[in-house]
């Protein structure tokens, strides 16, 4: 293998490469083939022997996870030879090759972004993403009720100044909450309705509670928030999923709105439909933009792609909630604004069925 390196190691490598391709298939029965791993087993001995040369690095194979166990097998037989052969070896040389197999070991292993991408794309990389998302909501919703109980001046009187501060906090966690709970609904297929059976509610309470939690977010940028609800506003459907779709989208339409309001608006249908909008003045979508406007994970255009989020999760999320509703999200736009509208079949509450309906 090499003129430098002592006879006998060099002669007790060649075996243990010889054992690995030999010993392989009866290790794993589902493993490359006997000749892939000798070849596999050869090259990696070389570089091994390379290494006891001080100027010479020599070719390692290209990083696999086949190759990392071979270089394992290959130094586990090697030590076991050293050790049951009575062979005089060069001590120093010994050491050497030993860091060699350390040094060919570390060239193998992969680079961190490597097994990142390897344990997402592996069978549980769907459970570790739901683990992460876990872990950063959970916080999160401590810090939302932090800011709410100081916001109220449950803990001490509040300034103007104070009160809003903590409404940014709020609503920036409120935000951060919300995609992790996108990833988390995503996980689960994007069209779980938390309340599966419908349910008595107020269209007004709904547009006044998502004005409330995005109006920090709109007075610090200056714009107005409107809402507009039809005369009957007490329904039956699903409260929880359409709040999750008017927020998502409102949220959105700040973040891309600079000068003038975004608008909710809800007006009677046909056959008791309501008409949903959600509208801004801000600087429309990019046509680029609009063939992938609602699939997840997808790259970022060059001219800055409009989604909620680099991942784009939002939209994704809020067009499978709007169709386990019964409707259809779809979207307008131009230079000066946009729209995005649907329709859900939500009956009125028969007098008596709800409570300060």
């Avoid at 030999?22 to 490359?32: C, K, L, N």
């Avoid at 800011?147 to 903590?166: I, K, M, N, Y």
């Avoid at 996980?187 to 004005?211: K, N, Q, W, Y």
């Avoid at 680029?288 to 060059?302: D, G, T």
Wanted: glycine share 10%.
């Amino acid at each position: 293998m090499s003129a430098g390196l002592d006879e006998g190691l060099a002669t007790l490598l060649e075996e243990a490469t010889r054992r690995v391709a030999s010993g392989w298939t009866s290790v794993r029965e589902d493993a490359a083939s006997a000749e892939e791993v000798s070849a596999l087993a050869a090259d990696l001995a070389r570089a091994v022997v390379a290494r006891v040369g001080a100027d010479d690095q020599g070719p390692v194979p290209a990083r696999s996870q086949l190759a990392r166990r071979v270089l394992g097998e290959l130094r586990r037989l090697f030590i076991l030879l050293v050790q049951e052969r009575a062979v005089a070896v060069d001590a120093p040389t010994l050491v050497r090759m030993l860091v060699g197999f350390e040094e060919v070991g570390g060239d193998l292993e992969p680079a961190w972004d490597q097994r990142f991408t390897d344990r997402l794309s592996g069978p549980d990389g769907l459970e570790l993403v739901v683990e992460v998302a876990h872990d950063l909501r959970s916080p999160l919703t401590s810090i939302l009720f932090l800011a709410e109980t100081l916001q109220r001046g449950r803990s001490g009187e509040v300034t103007p100044l104070q009160e809003r501060q903590l409404g940014l906090i709020y609503s920036a966690a409120f935000g951060l909450s919300s995609v992790a709970s996108d990833v988390i609904e995503l996980a689960r297929g994007g069209d779980r309705l938390v309340d599966l059976d419908p349910l008595p509610f107020s269209v007004a309470d709904i547009f006044e509670s998502v004005r409330d939690i995005v109006l920090p977010i709109a007075e610090e940028k200056g714009l107005e928030v409107r809402i507009t609800v039809p005369e009957r506003t007490s329904r039956i459907g699903h409260p929880v999923g359409l709040s999750r779709v008017l927020l998502n989208l409102t949220t959105n339409a700040l973040k891309f709105t600079d000068q003038g309001y975004v608008e909710m608006h809800a007006a009677e249908g046909d056959d008791g439909v309501l008409q949903f909008t959600v509208r801004d003045t801000g600087r429309g979508i990019p046509p680029s933009s609009m063939a992938m406007l609602f699939e997840p994970f997808r790259r970022r255009q060059k001219d800055r792609d409009y989604a909620f989020s680099g991942s784009g999760l939002g939209l994704s999320i809020s067009r499978k909630l709007v169709e386990a509703m019964g409707g259809e999200l779809q979207v307008e736009t131009g230079q000066t604004g946009t729209r995005f509208f649907f329709g859900l079949a939500l009956p009125e509450v028969e007098s008596g069925a709800m409570l300060g309906g």
